[in-house]
């Protein structure tokens, strides 16, 4: 069965950086675009990034686009997201999900706590 | 890259029909056939419950259908249950994004 698990989660300064990590199994990783999503306590859902299947193509929503990156090592079957610059306003709960156009399964997610 | 505009509440009693409504654009719900709809419950992740637009995935219940008119998705929900209570968000692809709804808070009354 398809599983995702985040790690790397943590609380961190600001303008310090975070590290997260999507461990995926389940399924052929290197064929299925990935995506970002995270969602602030008490907020809604928030798309961050989506990579292609073979990290060629990589899109980011406005509020980090020049602050965080999204890779993938097909190879350990892994995601990332580099998150540089981290503000207050980052404090979420980091989900990855399976697939390009429909999201189609999520991880547990894992809570990032930007905080002085 | 504006998010799609849904109610931020709903509430029917078991056994009743509700819809909640999703807006866009042309440049995204209006304009690509790739609408899904999530269910998540509180400290829960979001599970696909709808898939292009009317499309269910395997293992969710009949009761739950979608469909697009223009630039509005709708999710219907027949035969409500108390597991239902739950917060739904849209999604949408668009040109080099995925735009979420605000979400609907879903009460069973």
């Known amino acids: 069965q398809v599983q995702l698990v985040e790690s790397g989660g943590g609380v961190v300064q600001p303008g310090r950086s975070l590290r997260l990590s999507c461990a995926a199994s389940?399924?052929?990783?290197?064929?299925?675009?990935m995506h970002w999503v995270r969602q602030a306590p008490g907020k809604g859902l928030e798309w961050v990034a989506v990579i292609s299947y073979d990290g060629s193509n990589e899109y980011y929503g406005d509020s980090v686009k020049g602050r965080f990156t999204i890779s993938r090592d097909n190879s350990k079957n892994t995601l990332y997201l580099q998150m540089n610059s981290l503000r207050a306003e980052d404090t979420a709960v980091y989900y990855c999900?399976?697939?390009?156009?429909?999201?189609?399964?999520w991880g547990q997610g894992t809570l990032v706590t930007v905080s002085s | 890259q504006s998010a799609l505009t849904q109610p931020a509440s709903v509430s029917g009693s078991p056994g009743q029909s509700i819809t909640i409504s999703c807006t866009g654009t042309s440049s995204d719900v209006g304009g690509y056939k790739y609408v899904s709809w999530y269910q998540q419950h509180p400290g829960k992740a979001p599970k696909l419950m709808i898939y292009e637009v009317s499309n269910r995935p395997s293992g969710v219940s009949n009761r739950f259908s979608g469909s697009k008119s223009g630039n509005t998705a709708s999710l219907t929900i027949s035969g409500l249950q108390a597991e239902d209570e739950a917060d739904y968000y849209c999604s949408s692809y668009a040109t080099s994004s995925t735009l979420f709804g605000g979400g609907t808070k879903l009460t069973v009354l």
């Open positions: 999900a399976k697939g390009r156009m429909t999201l189609d399964y």
């Open positions: 389940g399924f052929t990783f290197s064929t299925y675009g």
